[in-house]
């Protein structure tokens, strides 16, 4: 049985396993378990993990795990003797299938499961362009959970998945940006019968993220030193640290938590403003190399979040340009034989900055995530459905846009 509690970081209040805030303080909550040490299942995919992902079941038939490998080829170009790479993506030789190519697919799984287990059969709203709606998708369609897909008009061609999408998924288009379907998924979502996903302030999304660390501490044996991510909110980074601190209070993997390196692309890089105090500009995501990385308000400043996540790891923030996102792209792919995606190529390059300014050392055991990665390799291999659009909506209020919930509903099959 899958036992935990959820716990607010600041006030350590227990709260419901399906709170999403500290109604105290605005903290961020966080999942404590009973099982103190780490026992791998002998399950699929993530749910190898199930002792440390707040469920009391795994989901059957979904959630892949990522797979950690000791690189040799761009160990070698950087003159690294202990570089770990974790890889979430499509790479069969690699025995990695997350077949919507990124880490979104640790967190779907979790988070759906997590959902089913309130008992009272939500919908569930998710506003997002692109890994994040696929990953949702596919999950919601293997496990038949009825899903709101609030995208930018402009993103539906961005919304493929391996799998035929099922019925139960309603996709609102909006005739707008990404703020637009944010604010628009927002007012949905509280709406009765509706609910958020979350985002960093949901926990099961947070521990399914964690999983990349836990399996690069089964495969390394240890904690690794440093810990390289790109990120857009930072939820992957406050996921690492997070499982780190279990890892530690483990007691088999070492007492020190790993240096959390998280890399932005410049110039829409607020976590990077905000950590180095340099000036923020405004551009994004126009002319990102991957809007993936694009979020405007991150879960920085927050108890439990990404500032602290970076103060309790000694950590640091990575600023990078497109022409050494580029470059690093090129460099890992010819060196490791696999695509990645752009947002992935940020944080090889990263690896690259500490290198040459020292942070880092030859010997030095480090984790580079890959977090997304083999589209091109999946898009030859697999049959990819295209998610249409159900619904168009106004990017404007709800109130504004009068028969949506209706249709919503009758979309989705309920009343
Ligand atoms: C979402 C995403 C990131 C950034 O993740 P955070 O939530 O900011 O940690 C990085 N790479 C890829 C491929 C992503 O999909
Ligand atoms: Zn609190």
Redesign the pocket.
């Known amino acids: 049985m899958g036992e935990y509690l959820v716990k607010c970081v600041s006030c350590n209040s227990t709260q419901s396993p399906h709170a999403h805030v500290c109604p105290n303080d605005d903290s961020l909550l966080r999942t404590e378990y009973l099982s103190r040490q780490l026992t791998p299942r002998d399950l699929p995919g993530i749910w190898k993990f199930y002792d440390w992902l707040p469920v009391m079941k795994p989901l059957k038939g979904v959630g892949e795990r990522p797979v950690t490998y000791k690189s040799q080829g761009l160990a070698k170009e950087l003159g690294l003797e202990n570089l770990y790479i974790s890889f979430s993506g499509y790479w069969p030789e690699r025995n990695v299938t997350m077949t919507t190519c990124?880490?979104?697919d640790l967190e779907a799984p979790p988070t759906i499961q997590h959902v089913k287990e309130r008992g009272d059969n939500p919908v569930l709203v998710v506003a997002s362009v692109?890994?994040?709606a696929r990953a949702f998708a596919k999950a919601a369609s293997l496990a038949d959970q009825p899903l709101v897909l609030v995208v930018p008009e402009k993103g539906l061609s961005r919304l493929w998945i391996t799998t035929k999408p099922s019925d139960n998924i309603c996709v609102v288009a909006v005739d707008g940006n990404y703020n637009d379907a944010i604010d628009l998924g927002g007012q949905l979502a509280s709406q009765p019968g509706f609910i958020s996903e979350g985002g960093a302030r949901n926990v099961a999304r947070r521990d399914g993220?964690g999983v990349v660390m836990l399996e690069a501490a089964l495969t390394m044996k240890t904690l690794p030193q440093h810990y390289f991510?790109?990120?857009?909110?930072?939820?992957?980074?406050i996921a690492a640290w997070e499982a780190s601190l279990r890892l530690v209070r483990d007691g088999r993997f070492g007492q020190a938590l790993p240096k959390l390196h998280l890399a932005q692309n410049i110039p829409c890089a607020p976590i990077f403003s905000s950590w180095t105090g340099s000036a923020v500009e405004s551009q994004c995501p126009e002319g990102m190399y991957?809007d993936?990385?694009f979020?405007k308000s991150?879960p920085y400043d927050i108890i439990g979040g990404v500032k602290d996540a970076l103060q309790s790891t000694r950590g640091s923030v990575y600023g990078i340009t497109h022409k050494e996102a580029a470059d690093a792209q090129k460099l890992f792919e010819e060196a490791e034989e696999i695509d990645i995606?752009g947002?992935?190529a940020i944080a090889v390059a990263a690896l690259g900055q500490a290198l040459e300014s020292n942070a880092v050392k030859a010997k030095d055991s480090i984790l580079l995530n890959i977090?997304?990665g083999g589209i091109s390799r999946l898009e030859r291999e697999c049959d990819l459905f295209m998610l249409a659009s159900n619904l168009k909506a106004k990017p404007t209020d709800l109130t504004s846009n009068i028969d949506l919930l209706t249709s919503i509903r009758e979309v989705l099959g309920s009343d």
């Open positions: 990124s880490f979104k692109g890994n994040t993220m991510q790109a990120v857009g909110s930072g939820t992957g980074g991957d993936v990385l979020n991150p995606v947002a992935a977090t997304g």
